[in-house]
């Protein structure tokens, strides 16, 4: 067995733990990253591609909605060579959706988020294939994100400055001393390789995983696994994002990716991130939501159909009663649990949107600084991040 020490080891290599070893290569801390398979195997690689403006939660959900709002501006500034600058429309076909708006409208003035209405002459004039049963459109600032690169850009960076990175290889076990995990045991799956990492901290950030991590402490989290289903089609007959105006539900939204769109997403609550498929219902269910704001779509052909696992998780007094993933907010949390399970050492980052993980490692490191006495702020929102 290989012995080894470092201050904080991370567990996890999608956007969030890939923020995260960022974050702390960038304060000076040496660190490293286990990941079970290859970066962003897991929901990373497996959402829409939505860069939020925000819109989508500026009424259920505005604590997330103002985060989106503010990050969405900041990776414009430090990564723009994974956005692409659509812009987004929400779009009121029927009374419903009318009744919505001004609701809607409200929401975004509260968490400061662009919006201008435009008249249905208007909007069509900019996205000719979209219903012609279109009343208004409100013009947010949604875009394109690129998560392969926003992570593999993380990871760049944080090996640049002295990081380590070890892929195929999962965590094993959580060592312990007392009342504290002091690191980590993991095992190389391409070369048979063990680990023993003494740590002075250990970052979960293992996305809908989180919950088998943490027993390997003996102790649990609330989390709720959301499968979001998702559609890919075989041409771009719009140029924006397009989300149905309206609280969010199946099938609301179209993603322009590339030269494809994605039409997403569902919501569908699952008991294992490893074992889950897409539904024939999911797909007759997107695509049926999907033609009713770009009637175009039913001429289209399927590409792939995918789906990733939403963690969300709430506190305990706050998840009585939810049964369905869309009733669960999608802020993220920073998890002490020494604080919530007497176990020092050992910090959860769940929840949260790629759109949001910069701000999420900068809260998960902020708590870190504070655990091991050091005063070193944050700079990942001023440093442009590497390509990936």
Known sequence: MKKLETQVVVIGGGITGSGVLRDLAMRGFDAMLFERGNLSEGTTGNFHGLLHSGGRYAVKDQPTARECIQENRILREIA?????????????LDDQDEAFLPIFLQGCENVGIPAEVLSGTEALKEEPNLSPQLRQAVAVPDGSVDGWDLCLGSVNAARALGARLFLYTP???????????????????????????????????SGP?????VRLA?????????????????????????????????????????????????????????????D???IYKVLEEGMEMAPVIEDMNIQR??????P??????????VEAGREVSRNHFVLDHEQLDSLGGFITITGGKVTTFRLMAQDTIDLVCEKMGVDEPCRTHLELLPTG
């Open 171 to 205: 965590v094993t076990e959580l060592l312990r001393e007392g009342d504290r995990v002091v690191g980590v045991q993991a095992v190389d799956q391409t070369s048979g390789d063990e680990y023993q990492v003494r740590a002075e901290y250990v970052v979960n950030a």
């Open 209 to 213: 995983w989180a919950d088998q991590i």
């Open 312 to 321: 969300l998780y709430e506190p305990p007094e706050d998840l009585a009663g």
């Open 80 to 92: 723009p060579q994974a956005i692409e600058d659509t812009g987004g429309f929400f779009v009121v």
């Open 218 to 278: 003996d102790i649990e989290i609330p989390i709720v696994l959301s499968k979001g289903t998702m559609v890919v089609l075989d041409s771009r007959p719009v140029t924006r994002v397009i989300n149905r105006c309206r609280f969010p539900s199946d099938g609301d939204i179209i993603v322009p990716v590339g030269t494809t769109i994605v039409l997403g997403t569902t919501s569908v609550t699952v008991d294992d991130p490893d074992s889950f498929c897409v």
């Open 305 to 310: 159909c995918f789906a990733g696992v939403r």
């Open 280 to 282: 024939e219902w999911e």
